[in-house]
């Protein structure tokens, strides 16, 4: 009988535990891709879990490349918000995870940005530079609109799939630099997909290695690689900006510097 108080105490801690527990529920697959499609995903989340349950800081989820980690999601049922936590990548993450980087890229637009519209393939230099111009006021504005996004992919992908890309252009280095621009903004598996493009272009001198080595990174940062030119960069807490991961700043500045880009310096 003496132990009864102690087991009393035990039940009680199970049940503080279960009943913690139970204020998180883990998405499944179907869940995650419906909030994305309704663009609800990132714009709910309010903390960020290590593996080991530590919150995590902007700076901190560097530790975490996305070759190497994946995300759980979970609901946090007190306040309708999104907990996520990193954990171990597994060959069967894969999948969802490039499905979810796409609907992320898109939003709601993602179903409709392969889709085929007609295109005249003797006018495209002037639909790249009005696609183009469109781009950069998004960006200027600062809204990053993602259907002008989807607009100007949408476009881009059908020139290149429908036209002779690079012998259908008149305006042969502006318009390859407008088809660069509008598909750095774009999802990693259509960058991947039009690469070869791109590289031919630089062959034909419609384009320089200098344009193109930000494109080079951001496929790299986007697979969880570490970049090599140091393009590709992010604001921390305190408003500072800093390089995504690199692999060592002495090698960075010599790719840097071999394709006409200025050294970076790091402050302390």
């Not at 070759?67 to 060959?91: E, G, P, Q, T």
């Not at 940005?113 to 200027?140: F, G, H, M, P």
């Not at 660069?180 to 590289?199: A, D, V």
């Amino acid at each position: 009988m003496k132990s009864q108080p102690y087991f009393i105490v035990f039940l009680v801690l199970i049940l503080i535990s279960s009943t913690a527990n139970a204020q998180y529920i883990k998405l499944d697959d179907k869940q995650i891709m419906h909030l994305i499609k309704v663009d609800s995903l990132n714009n709910r989340i309010y903390k960020i879990l290590s593996p080991k349950n530590q919150v995590l800081s902007k700076e901190q989820l560097s530790e975490y490349p996305m070759s190497k980690f994946y995300i759980d999601r979970y609901l946090d049922k007190k306040n309708d918000s999104l907990v996520i936590k990193f954990r171990k990548l597994k060959k069967s993450d894969n999948v969802l995870k490039k499905d979810i980087s796409f609907y992320l890229t898109y939003g709601v637009y993602a179903d409709s940005i392969v889709s085929k519209i007609n295109i005249d393939c003797n006018n495209i230099d002037a639909l790249l530079k009005e696609a183009y111009q469109l781009d950069k006021k998004n960006r200027t504005d600062g809204n990053n609109d993602e259907k002008i996004d989807a607009l100007n992919q949408r476009l881009l992908f059908n020139i290149f799939d429908n036209c002779d890309f690079l012998n259908a252009i008149k305006d042969k280095q502006e318009s390859s630099h407008y088809a660069l621009i509008i598909l750095l903004h774009s999802n990693t598996r259509f960058q991947k997909k039009y690469l070869h493009l791109i590289e031919k272009a630089i062959k034909k001198r419609y384009l320089t290695n200098k344009e193109v080595v930000y494109l080079y990174d951001k496929i790299l940062v986007d697979d969880g690689k570490l970049q090599k030119y140091g393009t590709q960069s992010y604001y921390n807490e305190q408003g500072n900006l800093k390089l995504l991961p690199y692999d060592n700043i002495y090698k960075v500045n010599k790719r840097r510097i071999k394709v006409g880009l200025t050294s970076i310096i790091l402050s302390n």
